[in-house]
Structures are given as C-alpha cells and as structure tokens.
C-alpha cells in the first residue's frame, strides 16, 4: 500500500513537472515570436539619429549586448511633428515591452547628451 | 563624508560614507555650503513616498562650491559659488529645450518605475527615492551633480548663502505656484499650508500683483509669519474655513487657491478621517483633504493651483465641482531651473530676502533632531539652514561683511 502511495506520489509529481516545464516552454517560445514595438522621439534631426543607428559599436551600447541584434524586428525611423525631432520605431521579438523602453530610452539618452543616467555616486 | 541617511521611517541618521565622484563625463562634485530640509523630506521621513531603500542620502536644497568637473563640462568651473535646483535637467531633450525642466526626459535613471506609476516619468530629483532616480541628496558634505553645466546656477558675491539657498525649491516652487494663478489685479489669492513653500507662495502672490491674500494654517506662529508678508489669516480649528473665505470674499470665493499642503494634510472632517485611516492601512497614499477644500471653496471660473506634493490615487475626489464651476486645475513640479536667475535678481534688488524663513540654524549633526521638530511641528519650526562642514575664513569673512551691508542698507 505504501509503495503503491509513494508510486502515485512520484508519478504525480512528475507529470506536474513536465506540463510545467512544457507551460513555461510555450511561453518562451510565444515570447520569442512575439513582436512587440516601442517608440520614442529624440530631440535631434534624422541624420543624426540615422548615423546612430549605422553605428554597430553605439546600437550595442543601446542594445545592451550584441546579442540583441538578432532580436530586431524593425526599426522605422521618422519626422516628429512639429519640429519635436525625429520618432525612432522599434520593434523587437523575446523582448518585453519595458527592456524594449529600455533600449530606446538609452538610446535617446546616448544621442541627446552623450551619456547614460545613473544615480551611483561612485564610478566602479 | 558626513551625510543624512535614510533608514526606515522615523529613522534618519548621520553618518559617515564614502565621498562621491565624477561618474559621468557632465557630472560635477560639489561641496555643500548649506542645506535644508524640506516639507516634503517629510513625506520621506514619515515613510509615504515608496521606493525609498535604507542607506539613501537625503536632501535637495543646497549651496555649494564645485569642488570637481567631468570632461564634459564646459561652463561650470571648479571654485564657482553654485545654487543647485532640486531636479536635475539634461538641457537637451524637448521638455528641457521647452524650459519644462521638471519634465526632463533623460534625468531619470528608473524612468520605468515612474512610468509604471504615472504613465511618463518626471526628471530625476536629489535625494527623493529611487522612483525618481535614486540620486543621493545634498544633506551631506559632498554632492554629485550630473549635468552640471545645466544644474549649476552661479551666485553672485553680494547674495550672501542665506538669501541664496532658498532658489533651489521653496521660492521658486512658491513663486511658480502664483504664477500659475495667471494673478490679475484684484484678485484675492487663498492659500492652505503657510510652511515655507506658502510663505513663499503669499510673497510672490504679491509680487505679482494680487490685491489680497488668504492664509489658512493652524499653528499660530506661522500664521504670524503670514500676516507679516501681507496676508490675512484663517486659523481652520477655530472657524470653518469655508465659511470663513465666503464671507471674506463678499460671497465670491477665492479667484485662485493654492494647495501648499499636499499628501499629509490636517483635518477633522470625515473625508479627512477616512483619509487618514485609510492611509495608515496603506489603502491609499495620498491625504487630500486640503485639496477638495480648495475645489469646493474656489469661486466661479478660478484657478486651482497645487505645488504641494502628491503621489499616488485620490479619491472623493469632488470633479463635479471643478467642472460645474469651470475651474482650472495648475500643478507639477517646479520648473525650478526657469525662475532661479530672475528671482536670484529679484533678491540682488532688495525686492524680497528669503532668509525670512529660516527659524532654525545648525551643523549636518543637528539633521535627525531638526525632522523630529517638523514631524511634530514643535518649537515653531519653519525651516532649517544646515551648514555641512566648517565654513572657510574667508566665507565667514564674506558672509560677516555682506550682513553688516545689508543691515546698513536696510537703516
């Protein structure tokens, strides 16, 4: 009887696993199907933005890692009205909307002033 | 260093840390000459901002001398005298290039946390919680200031540290609240909270031309300060301050009223009871009793304007009163970079001395004791002058003689 209740024990724990194992897999295979686009404005003209994009070394700076090339989807760069500057598209997949942010967020900021924010209050 | 550190709430200590250095290539250091304290380090000290982490250096009112300068910064020099706006602006995003420095795009680090909250993140802020960017405060002897050629505000010699320290938030927050009122002649201005930012805000209303001002507090002493600026005075324990303002007004109500409270504000009505209670439950951040009153006291087509702090969801919120009465609501943070020359003018004038304020003076040391003061509202506390480190001879020196000028100037 016991071994009969240990077996059942395993049998069901197994199983939970493995449907777990196959949810989460599904989920990172829709993730990393998924497009998701995010957008900014940058307060500067197209050539500008255009040369940034050309650069490997500052996409990457932006990017985080080189890695994240192979993620790009799009990138739809475009006139801001009103003279605001230029609308930079990005869509991206394996991506969450806020890394996407992130991402452009950097960049804007690369492009805007030069450097990337940060409230650490020692350089290492 | 010697710097303020944030713990938990009720629990800020001196302490000792490790200096700040030049991290980016705009960054400057500074070395603070004087600081204060806030109201709204209050809402940090009681504990209703979130994101504040233990270890957090306070404080973003401060003086000082640039001490150190990133590569890439060109017009801030080592040695210069600077006042330093309490947000910190990048000067080349479109808010900044529209002088909507408060809505700096690149200064926020953890952008992503305010936009969670509020749909688009403000500007980072010294010393104000990791929402808007962590950055560690100037109640301390040393202070990094990123994009210092755009957050560094030379002092002129003649504006001694007195008259200088309050450019950094409460003047201008105080003056941008009356500037908000679009204040017409003849207008009568009511104002809640008479701390600093509305002893600021009475002083300005003035400035700009109100006929009459209406300060509404409870603690006598600052009720007197107000009455000194110009204002008349409600004290809302002792009469209904709605019924109050109607009569003052000829039935009217107020042209303009402007909120200096914020998220902590006093009261016995049960909108103010729920609040509270609902508060220390953390059900809802934000105490708005102040702000419904001056919704339901504000007459026909008038101008709500809010510089105290809010953060989070209010609720009974009377919008049917804004609406039915065509009221303008004007708020935000202080854009504090556009006002700090022309009100740095206006004190090399002699049109107002902001040193009005000041009711307590010490050392970084007396920090921790100074937040228990204004938790409690004891010993008259309006505002504080902290001096980090020892002053230099030569500063006494300056400071000593521009004080025997002016009193000379004033007989």
Known sequence: ?124 | MKAVVWHAPHSVRVERIKDPEIVNPHDAVVRVTAAAICGSDLHLYNGFMPAMKPGDILGHEFIGIVEEIGSAVRKTRPGNRVVVPFNIACGKCEPCLRERWALCDNSNPNADMAEKLYGYSCAGLFGYSHLFGGYSGGQAEYVRVPFADVGCFEIPDEIEDERALFLTDVFPTGYMAAENCDVKAGDVIAVWGCGPVGQFAIRSAYLLGAEEVIAIDRIPERLDMARSGGARTIHFDEVNALDALFEMTGGRGPDVCIDCVGLEAHGRAPDAVADKIKQTMRLELDRAHVLRLAILACGKGGTISVPGVYGGFIDKMPFGAIFEKGLQLRTGQTHTHRYIRPLMERIRRGEIDPSFIITHRGRLDDAPAFFELMARHEDNFVKSFLRPLPVTHREHVFEERTRQELTQAHR
Do not use: N
Not at chain 1, 9 to 14: D, T, Y
Not at chain 1, 18 to 30: E, H, N, P
Not at chain 1, 73 to 79: A, P, S, T
């Open chain 1, 1 to 124: 009887m016991s071994q009969r209740t240990t077996g059942f024990s395993l049998f069901a724990a197994g199983a939970a696993a493995s449907l777990t194992l196959t949810y989460v897999a599904r989920r990172a295979r829709a993730r990393m199907r998924k497009v998701i686009t995010q957008a900014v404005t940058i307060a500067l003209s197209r050539q500008p933005v255009e040369a940034f994009i050309e650069s490997r070394d500052r996409m990457v700076e932006a990017l985080g890692s080189k890695r994240r090339f192979s993620l790009i989807d799009r990138l739809v760069v475009r006139d801001a009205p009103g003279a605001r500057g230029t609308e930079v598209h990005l869509s991206m997949r394996g991506l969450g909307k806020y890394e996407i942010k992130e991402v452009l967020r950097r960049a804007k900021s690369l492009l805007e002033t030069g450097e990337v924010p940060t409230g650490r209050r020692h350089a290492s």
